[in-house]
């Protein structure tokens, strides 16, 4: 009996040999078919217009290697020409001409040419058609096409960030041929572009099968066979990575990075974000209108704890109210973490211990990195100095509905919120944000949450909007941040890192700023 | 039985009917705005009210209510933003994963929860029911995700042996399905375990071993055929949790099929995706368990 057994154990240990080589073999069979990206939000239309590419980051990222617009992003968020060989801006900065590159073509063969721009800037200037991104297109109010390689884009303002509008993925250029033939909205299902990659096959949500482009006209693109699959869960986005399964992974777990640096396969990308998080403060409550109070509260949370024991290093503190690569970005001061200070102030402000400041915090879960776990940190710190909070965690789903409302249902105190850029320009987030609302008891215009008022920022802000030398402008920009982070109408928290990580050999992934991991460049 | 099969046939529709209401006013009463997601989060109020607009969300709730009602008897599930229209072709195009890993989790389960069964009710007490019986208890408490999880760390990180994400191939076929049916087989297990060791007591056993008759032939032709009975209705009351565990582990293992659909809509707050997945999903309930109640009369003749 004893014998048989261990016979047969050796005869199928033997069988099994070959067997688990083949097994291994046919695991890893998409090794070699070109690049897999597996993405954690799937591709799901792929129109400029008609609301945009649905599934964010994920379908802007496919629309980078399907499309190319007439401006871009550098990685680094600095604008560079595309398909326009070069722009320039009227001094009054209502107007814009554009040179386009000859030769280029859409993958269908159309010609990039003025009548193909104009066809798709006037579609992205079309409210019903385009009802999303319309601070970005509302100030355009014409397009002109004087000869056969000029672009004139006619401004109904002076708009010095026509350049950002023109670089954001929204504004890609779709072949014309190809509408009249899908029909307009047929688009998003059937995308023809002049970029890099040309579409083989497409599983709206599942996964976007690209070949490099022959006629592309910067060469055809390193990698001949791009896939974009769609592995919505992050422990399987890492599993398939490391299995080869995929080349390229986004949105990477923080907690799971320390593991990942340990694998010689794989290398880290991390980007610092646009988008600085933090607690805004409802200023239309009398005792957090106290400039004392709001100090109180930057100071008594430690936000170098937050960037490194939540974030594990992937954060880090804002010194303005300004991601550190927006465009216009000007450091204003580091944050301080002094909890006596912090009570003092609250003291001077009279707060005591017989009559604490009461504050409901409203946290998203599942909307802004780790939110629940900054939320609780922030609560528990200013318990410490004083503070009573009552903590309301609110679904993602239903959090900006719950945040924007007006004044008489303003359930919050402070409220967790961040605003990503993704035209990368400061001006236009800085209006976002701190504009005044032109009725502080309706909803906000745009995202003006706690109702800040500060007519020097609402006079710089428009200046900046108009002004022709670029240097006076950023000098404002600089002034503005200023004068916002010193009032605090925030509680500054920090500025998350965007984490992807690629197998060894894959080169000129990029990580952007605005959260989009870019593989264009892909190749290994 | 044709009788019964064409009347639980018409029932469906009204089912059906009532699944919609309910999920219609549900959607409704919820916190969240449909139009609010579909524009984005930057998006200003005016650029959110163009998209209530065009999405109809606009209009009364019984017009809204109507017109769902009425678009469904088309075919019609309404304006899905995910997809920009009817989403019926982009759900039906994912039900065969879904139906692949369903099927095979209960083949699965069937041909390793009756054997376990049966060999712990005949080595009652003895090291085999022991290992069967622990078994039971580690499938029972862990997790679907966690075990699909592990299975992925093991197999494909660490072992290299099966592909770790998607519908590629056989291969592609076996974690996916240990893990979907890893708590089915336990409680099959179990049962037929209790089941087996239950008939073996009753007289009619006592007659077969009388009569001469070998254990297996006693076991398999009259024991198991009595058994069967309770393990048809637990088998086929579960597969509607298999419907609802495949969406945690087709998330998981990024398989493309339903469940991993109706997370996606939940995500973008695709109130329609998720209506015409629902519904989906209780029209399958509802023919499983119609399928169910025909397999019973087949083999219990009690009930012809």
Redesign the interface.
Known sequence: MDLTMKRRTALSLLAAAPATSALRAFAQGTVGAGLTYGMSTGVVTLDPVHGSYTGYPGGSEAALCVYDGLLTFAPDMKIVPQLAESWSMADDLKSCTLKLRGGARFHDGTPVDPAAVKLNIERLMDKQRNPTNRPLWDPVAGVETPDGNTIILRLSQPFPQLANSLAHVSGALVSPAAIEKYGDTGIAKNPVGAGPYRVVSFDPGQQLVLEAFDGYWGGKAKTTKLTLKTIADPSTRIAALRTSAADIVDSVPVALTAQLKQDPEVTLIATPGLRPIGFVINLTRPDLSDLRVRQALNLAVPVETIANKVFFGHARAPDSPLAFNTEGYASVAKLVHDPAKAKALLVSAGFTSDKPLELAMFVSQGLFPGDVSVGEIVANALTQVGVKVEITKIEAGSYWDAMRQDQANIKWDIAMFGFNPANASGLYHLASLFKSNKDDTARPDVWNLGRYRNAEVDRLLAEIGAEPDRAKAAADMAKAQALIWNEDPYIWLQINENVSAVRKAVTGVEVWPVLFTNVRHAAA | MLSLVLWRLALIPLTVLGVVTILFLIFKA????EA????????????ID??RH?LGLDRPLFVQYADRVLGLARGDLGYS?????NPLP?IL?RVPATLLLTASAILLTVAAGIPAGILAASWRGRWPDIAVSGGVVALLAVPNFWLG?ML??LF??R????????L??P?SLVMPTVALAARLIALVGRLVRGTVIEEQRKDYVRTAYAKGLATPRVLYRHVLRNALVPIVTVVGLQTGYLLGGSVVVE????W?GIG??L??A?G??DFTLVQGITILFVVGFLLINLLVEILYRLINPRLR
């Not at chain 2, 919820?30 to 705005?33: A, H």
């Not at chain 2, 998330?251 to 990024?254: G, H």
């Open positions: 919820v916190p969240g705005d609010t997601m579909v524009a984005g989060a930057t998006a200003t109020q005016a650029e163009v998209v065009q933003a995910t997809f920009r229209g982009r195009e999880m992925m760390a494909s990180v072992l290299g042996w099966l592909p770790s994400i998607g590629t191939g291969a998330r998981l293992f990024a493309p991993d659909l997370l996606t939940v973008l707050r």
